[in-house]
């Protein structure tokens, strides 16, 4: 059975992103920093293209996160922009050759063909909301997991429907103070959660969970 | 030199209390899945005066945030009550005989005699400040450590004037949604924290950390 995992870097004070986020700073101010134990890695910098980094106990979470990996779900916030996509849409964030190298779906209110980048990354515009999305990359991971991406808006969306298997937290310590907050809009929501495992590692805390209705 | 010890239970979302808060139900509703780790233990059990319970990965991590503290800070909220004392002040949550056994400083708006307990406990209520009931709760410690007790107000105003040494989250895999946030109003503040130590047990991870300005 084909699962949706979420791996999300957060800091301790529940944020996913920075305030003030813009195209100059996707990840708003301060933001970078959740993600400075990731770009470091080897694990990381290879499926990106690049050589060398480090090899620690972050490593094998990594590596995990990539396998049997089919498809990728994620909100418009992570692609980039916002509000109809105008004659000439903007790309996203991704650059020509984005890292995903698979069919990624994105929520959007705002209709758009499919774009085709280089490197088997495809997206794919989803206007009739999250279920929809994830029955389609169900489909094209073809037996394979699904992730979803983030943000923070559509993963509440996906917690609250009940539709996640399985969170992963990287937990880096840090307190931004104000950004965007994963844990939200979760009011009256029915989840059941249980740690399968904990791993410390520099710079980071990886926290995952079984995740139930 | 004495330290500034802060331990909590936090749900995953970071609430440190449920919503609706009362005198019938101090926790908030659902607060009381925060302390169903602790409760359960032979560790927590015995200084509260009860028999039996468990013994498992948090029964040292119970002991130790327990072992050389001299004296306590907390805030009114924790206390009990709001407002005023009036002329029959409540006497609070704790009972006739509190579990802390030792001096207790209380950060309020409100002027109050010291009240005594049975089994050691004193309650001083403070009016000019966090910083004059810390250096109050130093004295009383007598060269051991002082503990912070909460709530998330209180705890808030330490971590942003860096007066806390050391913070143990106790993380439960549970979904509040709502209550009360420990990280909160804290935008601005610059706090430095350093992952010391990653302790996974049965229904809870402890996640301690150094705290720096």
Redesign the interface.
């Known amino acids: 059975m084909t699962r949706l995992r979420f791996n999300i870097s957060m800091s301790?004070?529940?944020f996913v992103a920075g305030p003030n986020q813009s195209e100059e700073n996707p990840l708003g101010e301060g933001g970078m920093q959740l993600h400075e134990w990731v770009v470091e890695l080897e694990a990381w910098r290879r499926p990106h293209g690049e050589e060398g980094g480090k090899v620690n106990a972050s490593t094998e979470v990594v590596e995990e996160s990539l396998e049997n990996v089919g498809a990728t779900v994620m909100g418009r916030n992570m692609f980039g922009g916002e509000g109809p996509w105008g004659d000439d849409p903007w790309g996203g964030w991704w650059g020509d050759e984005p890292p995903f190298h698979m069919p990624v779906f994105i929520v959007t209110h705002h209709a758009r063909e499919p774009v085709t980048k280089e490197g088997g990354t495809t997206f794919t515009f989803v206007t009739d909301g999250i279920e929809s999305a994830l029955e389609q990359a169900r489909e094209a991971a073809a037996g394979k997991d699904v992730a979803l991406g983030g943000g923070a808006n559509v993963a509440q969306q996906y917690l609250k429907a009940g539709l996640i298997d399985e969170m992963q937290?990287h937990?880096v310590?840090?307190?931004l103070?104000?950004g965007a907050r994963l844990?939200n809009n979760?009011?009256?929501?029915e989840?059941a959660?249980?740690?399968t495992?904990?791993v410390?590692a520099p710079g980071v805390?990886h926290?995952k969970?079984r995740v139930g209705k």
């Not at 979760?186 to 929501?189: M, N, P, V, Y």
């Open positions: 301790l004070d529940g937290l937990v310590p840090v307190l103070g104000a844990f979760l009011e009256g929501a989840i959660l249980e740690c495992r904990v410390a805390t926290l969970y």
